[in-house]
């Protein structure tokens, strides 16, 4: 019986360490990906600005902007404005004018 409860021990303790394991590995995943995305928006707003002549705080409002206008991830709008050298044009698919309106 004590060997049971051994054996049990030590199935859980090993179990224990392999979720430890795999949960650092998600979270040190997860903490690359959104340094990456950091890295491109922060790219892009700087690449912006410059192009545009706005500020830095201008260009994120732009890129942010953009992406919640068409559905996108930040990250996603900054990739493009590196690759492309300005925002992305709208995503195929159904066209709304209204959306494209200045506010008022």
Do not use: C, N, W
């Amino acid at each position: 019986m004590a060997q049971a409860f051994a054996d049990a021990a030590t199935i859980g303790l090993i179990h224990a360490r392999t979720l430890r394991h795999t949960d650092t590995g998600i979270i040190d995943e997860q903490l690359h990906g959104a340094l990456h995305g950091r890295i491109l928006i922060e790219q892009a707003k700087g690449y912006l600005a410059a192009h545009r002549e706005v500020s830095l705080g201008d260009a994120f409002d732009l890129m942010r902007d953009h992406a919640r206008r068409h559905s996108l991830l930040l990250s996603t709008v900054a990739q493009s404005a590196i690759d492309a050298g300005d925002l992305p044009g709208p995503p195929a698919g159904p066209h709304h004018p209204a959306e494209d309106a200045p506010a008022e």
